[in-house]
């Protein structure tokens, strides 16, 4: 069910030109604004089995836009399919200190690149301690659910890793958890802040703050296989800081959407903000141009994936799946009978269709 607001609806409520959000952030917003609109043009297409003609206006395809995630989410879950392992996988939870919002906001890719590497010499280090080389994904999330600055990382993380001799080893400590979270946390925060005295990023003040305070690294519980780790990854990997079906009303200059408090048990509250507060919010999520907030390390590197995992797997008998073109044949799939493939016969601008194909049928989103 499409929903009724979208954050693009917010966005067209507020004159860009008047606040102070980045050239590149403007830029993101009107992108989303303009999303499968007349403004980007569309294109004209035909079922190759019942004939009927759909009208589609184009999507902006950013990755901050809360209606372009799915098609990109299903094709990198596909991808990722084909990397699995035998063995359970973990989720862990790196979390940064509020102490270091004012900095992500000025400095975010910085304070962002080193999270990325101070979760992973931490989760290395320990599994160094037991003898393992392991491996990792890393998917970023900046927000809260009240929009608010939230900066943490979803990490899955394969039970099991390679030994001195190069053998695969399987069950890192338990099937319960997978490394002792109070240590982690200690050895994460060491890291990090090492990391920022070595760059010269704060100051000792800072430096005495953030050694002061409990950091947070959580562990849930290990998935029950390797379709839960999908289920999961379709969850978290293309999330973007609010999707459209949070957004209750639109209207007097104010912005009603939905948010979960945990700290009444995941009860579902309401927040009302200004058109202005929403969307700067909103922007404090906007990632700097051609930051990669999806990584992987380890034995799921890219690295690894030149020969050395397709052996692993050979040696523990993991049937890869096949490259399949699923994602893009459901992608054109005729809407009305099912069955039939739209084949594009026209494309065109701002205009909008030619007047021959609105006599035929309506204009539709793009699907």
């Known amino acids: 069910m499409q ?12 004159t860009l030109r008047d606040t102070e959000h980045t050239v590149h952030q403007q830029k ?3 992108a989303i604004a303009s999303c499968r609109t007349a403004d980007l043009g569309g294109h004209v297409d035909v079922c190759d089995d019942c004939g009927i003609i759909h009208i589609s206006y184009n999507s902006c395809r950013n990755r901050h836009c809360p209606k372009c995630q799915g098609h990109q989410r299903e094709a990198w879950i596909q991808q990722r399919e084909a990397d699995l392992l035998p063995c359970r996988y973990y989720h862990v939870v790196f979390t940064l200190p509020a102490s270091l919002n004012s900095l992500a906001l000025c400095q975010s890719k910085l304070v962002y690149n080193i999270l990325f590497k101070s979760a992973w010499a931490t989760l290395s280090q320990f599994g160094q301690g037991v003898g ?4 990792m994904i890393a998917i970023l999330h900046t927000w809260g659910q009240t929009l608010s600055l939230h900066p943490h990382l979803h990490c899955v993380v394969p039970g099991g890793g390679i030994d001195k001799a190069g053998k695969w080893r399987q069950q890192v400590r338990s099937d319960k958890y997978l490394f002792p979270v109070k240590a982690m946390s200690k050895v994460f925060r060491a890291k990090y802040v090492s990391e920022m005295r070595s760059r010269q990023i704060g100051n000792q003040p800072l430096y005495d703050e953030l050694f002061s305070q409990n950091w947070v690294v959580y562990a849930k519980r290990p998935f029950g296989g390797p379709k839960q780790v999908i289920e999961y990854l379709g969850r978290y990997t293309h999330k973007v800081a609010i999707s459209n079906h949070r957004i209750k009303d ?31 919010r909103f922007s404090q999520h906007i990632l700097p141009p051609r930051f990669v907030r999806i990584r992987h390390y380890g034995i799921l590197s890219s690295m690894w994936k030149r020969g050395k995992l397709q052996a692993l797997q050979k040696e523990l008998k993991v049937k890869r799946p096949e490259t399949a073109t699923a994602v893009q044949t459901l992608l054109r799939k005729c809407p009305c009978c099912k069955t039939g493939t739209l084949i594009t016969i026209e494309i065109f601008g701002k205009r909008g269709p030619p007047k021959a194909y609105l006599l035929e049928t309506e204009i539709v989103p793009e699907c």
């Open 132 to 135: 393992l080389q392991m491996g």
């Open 250 to 280: 639109v209207a007097g200059g104010k912005t009603i959407f939905s948010y979960k408090d945990y700290r009444e048990g995941g009860k579902v509250k309401e927040m009302s903000l200004s058109h202005e507060e929403f969307v700067r």
């Open 3 to 14: 929903p009724k607001w979208e954050v693009a609806d917010v966005v067209r409520k507020v």
């Open 28 to 30: 993101t917003l009107r």
